[in-house]
């Protein structure tokens, strides 16, 4: 019998110390060393115990019983340190505090190492020396021990419970089985000392200090039987804005977070269901379900599977987000931007120049470009003012788009409006800034209304023998007047763009045309398109592009036109990033 609790002694023994070693090898928890001591503790209790029933001879037998104390005695304070430190009390571990739980192991040790008090502690009644399984007399040194000892467990345990409860509802479970396993132990020792009927001849406390090691370690330290990654996970999906539904292989719902419910009407996890029955139209990336107000819900589906440790398929996850409010913010910003479309398209057709009209002995031919191929500020028009006479407008209001154009109307439209009762081209763009302005002048226009433009404007008499042109410009490029035998003139004074002061510098000027002339009216997109340095096309590079044409052959007013623009596009490389209007106006004495 006591070859076979020694060799359970020994095995018990051997499983603490291992577990000992996992614990210090592991290094993941910061309570990990006193637990690792606690374990060692308990295996050298077991060996010592095992080697205490093997030998024969008194005086051996007694030794390793004491020896037995080396881990007995270390038990008490190494739990209490490792609660300590696993509750979150590191403060109270100090090196005062280890000095003081180490003077009651010591003052133990040395009492069993001097003879004087040694048997004060234990020892062998000479009753039992033949005894297989000897009970071991204890004296008054043993049972202040036992008291502290038994007062340290109990301080370490309550705290120990306590500390999981409070954490968390999860440790519940955990805590009833850790304090079986943190009681048994002491309470199989406690038996063992008192001498309470067969607990009296085996101490039973190593055995039992193998099962609180192992749940120490696989519970506490590799999380084995913690719940609390099962709560928080439940805390994760509970709180996600998105549904989530976890599918096993056969395609039935297994789990549904509140989140999932919520999107699909239910009022409990539909366990068991068919996912195809939860959500018509998968494996769609988007699936329609009827909403309580008798409308559509839409919801976009991600699917995640879910693998086994072979790499085999187990099931799937499926999030859910509702995106119904999402689809109809997407389809209102895309009537929006329809309607726009359609508005700008609308908006460009009547701002598009319409067909230059037949001028008595003139030929009016013209180019328009918009930036981009849009709607665009520049403009131009040509109409007869009643009495003979023809107004010719070019025209650039700043900046582009649907912005520039709205200004551009309303320039076209004033112009038109006020022509037939102005006094002379400059009298017309004078009363044209009045009329845009207000009555109050730029000045006081709302910041969000402000705008300028520069416009060329001639007045045109046609008579036997050419033409008389009255020009007048606001801020606008001087127009190139293109003699029959190839000169090249600028015509007019620059004057101050339209929007800018309430009464502009306006300068009329008047030239004759003769047949074979050209009047050539363009906005800046001509002269300021820039090459890949910078350098602007110019006046001069325009003028001799004007000089170099022929423009009284037939069909050379179109021709020049394509040079103009070719010019600029070589220059620019590529096409212009400005608005392009060229408005050319020749003397004729044969028909194109």
Same mark, same amino acid.
């Given at each position: 019998?006591?070859? *076979?609790?020694?060799?359970?002694?020994?095995?018990?023994?051997?499983?603490?110390?291992?577990?000992?070693?996992?614990?210090?090898?592991?290094?993941?928890?910061?309570?990990?060393?006193?637990?690792?001591?606690? *374990?060692?503790?308990?295996?050298?209790?077991?060996?010592?115990?095992?080697?205490?029933?093997?030998?024969?001879?008194?005086? @051996?037998?007694?030794?390793?019983?004491?020896?037995?104390?080396?881990?007995?005695?270390?038990?008490?304070?190494?739990?209490?340190?490792?609660?300590?430190?696993? $509750?979150?009390?590191? &403060? *109270?571990? $100090?090196?005062?505090?280890?000095?003081?739980?180490?003077? @009651?192991?010591?003052?133990?040790? *040395?009492?069993?190492?001097?003879?004087?008090?040694?048997?004060?502690?234990?020892?062998?009644?000479?009753?039992?020396?033949?005894?297989?399984?000897?009970?071991?007399?204890?004296?008054?040194?043993?049972?202040?021990?036992?008291?502290?000892?038994? +007062?340290?467990?109990?301080?370490?345990?309550?705290?120990?419970?306590?500390?999981?409860?409070?954490?968390?509802?999860?440790?519940?479970?955990?805590?009833?089985? +850790?304090?079986?396993?943190?009681? +048994?132990?002491?309470?199989?020792?406690?038996?063992?000392?008192?001498? !309470? %009927?067969?607990?009296?001849?085996?101490?039973?406390?190593?055995?039992?200090?193998?099962? #609180?090691?192992?749940?120490?370690?696989?519970?506490?330290?590799?999380?084995?039987?913690?719940?609390?990654?099962?709560?928080? /996970?439940?805390?994760?999906?509970?709180?996600?804005?998105?549904?989530?539904?976890?599918?096993?292989?056969?395609?039935?719902?297994? =789990?549904?977070?509140?989140?999932? /419910?919520?999107?699909?009407?239910? &009022? /409990? #996890?539909?366990?068991?269901?068919?996912?195809?029955?939860?959500?018509?139209?998968?494996?769609?990336?988007? !699936?329609?379900?009827?909403?309580?107000?008798?409308? #559509?819900?839409?919801?976009?589906?991600?699917?995640?599977?879910?693998?086994?440790?072979?790499?085999?398929? &187990?099931?799937?996850? +499926?999030?859910?987000?509702?995106?119904t409010e999402r689809r109809a913010a997407e389809e209102q910003v895309a009537g929006l931007l329809r309607e726009r479309t359609r508005v700008a398209s609308a908006l460009q057709s009547a701002l598009r120049p319409a067909p230059l009209p037949v001028v008595p002995g003139m030929l009016a031919t013209a180019l328009y470009r918009p930036a981009g191929g849009g709607v665009g500020g520049d403009f131009y028009e040509v109409f007869p003012l009643g009495d003979g006479r023809w107004c010719a407008v070019l025209g650039d209001v700043a900046g582009k788009g649907a912005e520039a154009a709205a200004v551009t109307a309303r320039v076209r439209f004033t112009v038109r409006a006020l022509a037939p009762g102005a006094a002379g081209p400059h009298g017309l763009l004078r009363a044209l800034n009045t009329a845009l302005a207000g009555a109050g002048g730029p000045g006081e226009r709302d910041e969000?209304? =402000?705008?300028?433009? $520069?416009?060329?404007?001639?007045?045109?008499?046609?008579?036997?023998?050419?033409?008389?042109?009255?020009?007048?410009?606001? %801020?606008?490029?001087?127009?190139?007047?293109?003699?029959?035998?190839?000169?090249?003139?600028?015509?007019?004074?620059?004057?101050?763009?339209?929007?800018?002061?309430?009464?502009?510098?306006? !300068?009329? #000027?008047? !030239? @004759?045309?003769?047949?074979?002339?050209?009047?050539?009216?363009? $906005?800046?997109?001509?002269?300021?398109?820039?090459?890949?340095?910078?350098?602007?096309?110019?006046?001069?590079?325009?003028?001799?592009?004007?000089?170099?044409?022929?423009?009284?052959?037939?069909?050379?007013?179109?021709?020049?036109?394509?040079?103009?623009?070719?010019?600029?596009? &070589?220059?620019?490389?590529?096409?212009?990033?400005?608005?392009?209007?060229?408005?050319?106006?020749?003397?004729?004495?044969?028909?194109?």
């Amino acid at each position: 019998m006591a070859q *076979l609790l020694a060799g359970a002694l020994v095995v018990a023994g051997v499983f603490l110390a291992g577990l000992a070693l996992s614990v210090a090898r592991s290094r993941q928890a910061r309570a990990g060393r006193p637990l690792a001591l606690l *374990l060692l503790a308990a295996a050298w209790w077991g060996l010592a115990g095992a080697i205490e029933l093997s030998v024969v001879d008194p005086v @051996e037998r007694v030794l390793w019983g004491d020896l037995k104390y080396v881990g007995i005695v270390l038990v008490p304070p190494a739990w209490l340190v490792f609660v300590l430190l696993f $509750t979150g009390r590191r &403060a *109270l571990v $100090t090196p005062r505090t280890l000095l003081l739980l180490a003077v @009651e192991p010591a003052l133990v040790l *040395l009492a069993l190492a001097w003879p004087p008090t040694h048997n004060l502690f234990r020892y062998l009644p000479p009753s039992q020396l033949d005894e297989a399984l000897p009970v071991v007399s204890v004296g008054p040194l043993f049972w202040v021990h036992a008291v502290y000892a038994y +007062l340290v467990v109990l301080v370490a345990t309550v705290t120990f419970l306590r500390g999981l409860v409070r954490a968390s509802r999860a440790y519940r479970g955990l805590s009833v089985v +850790l304090a079986l396993a943190a009681v +048994l132990p002491w309470t199989a020792n406690l038996l063992f000392n008192l001498g !309470v %009927g067969p607990f009296a001849l085996v101490d039973l406390t190593p055995f039992l200090f193998v099962l #609180t090691g192992a749940v120490l370690v696989q519970g506490l330290l590799h999380g084995r039987l913690m719940t609390l990654a099962r709560v928080a /996970r439940d805390v994760v999906l509970d709180g996600l804005a998105d549904g989530i539904l976890v599918v096993d292989a056969l395609g039935r719902v297994v =789990e549904a977070n509140p989140a999932a /419910r919520r999107q699909l009407g239910l &009022a /409990r #996890t539909p366990v068991g269901v068919g996912v195809a029955d939860l959500l018509p139209g998968l494996p769609a990336e988007e !699936v329609q379900l009827p909403a309580a107000d008798g409308g #559509t819900r839409t919801l976009e589906v991600r699917d995640q599977p879910l693998l086994d440790r072979s790499g085999v398929g &187990a099931g799937q996850v +499926l999030v859910l987000r509702d995106i119904t409010e999402r689809r109809a913010a997407e389809e209102q910003v895309a009537g929006l931007l329809r309607e726009r479309t359609r508005v700008a398209s609308a908006l460009q057709s009547a701002l598009r120049p319409a067909p230059l009209p037949v001028v008595p002995g003139m030929l009016a031919t013209a180019l328009y470009r918009p930036a981009g191929g849009g709607v665009g500020g520049d403009f131009y028009e040509v109409f007869p003012l009643g009495d003979g006479r023809w107004c010719a407008v070019l025209g650039d209001v700043a900046g582009k788009g649907a912005e520039a154009a709205a200004v551009t109307a309303r320039v076209r439209f004033t112009v038109r409006a006020l022509a037939p009762g102005a006094a002379g081209p400059h009298g017309l763009l004078r009363a044209l800034n009045t009329a845009l302005a207000g009555a109050g002048g730029p000045g006081e226009r709302d910041e969000d209304d =402000e705008w300028f433009c $520069t416009l060329a404007l001639v007045v045109l008499h046609p008579r036997p023998g050419g033409v008389r042109a009255e020009v007048a410009l606001a %801020g606008h490029p001087q127009p190139l007047l293109r003699r029959a035998d190839g000169r090249v003139e600028p015509v007019g004074e620059p004057g101050t763009a339209l929007g800018v002061v309430t009464e502009p510098e306006v !300068v009329p #000027t008047t !030239v @004759e045309l003769f047949p074979g002339d050209a009047l050539c009216l363009f $906005t800046d997109g001509l002269v300021e398109a820039r090459d890949a340095a910078g350098e602007e096309l110019g006046v001069e590079r325009v003028a001799d592009v004007l000089a170099a044409a022929d423009v009284v052959a037939p069909g050379g007013a179109q021709g020049v036109l394509a040079l103009l623009e070719g010019s600029v596009r &070589a220059w620019h490389g590529g096409a212009p990033g400005d608005d392009l209007a060229v408005l050319l106006l020749r003397a004729s004495a044969v028909r194109d």
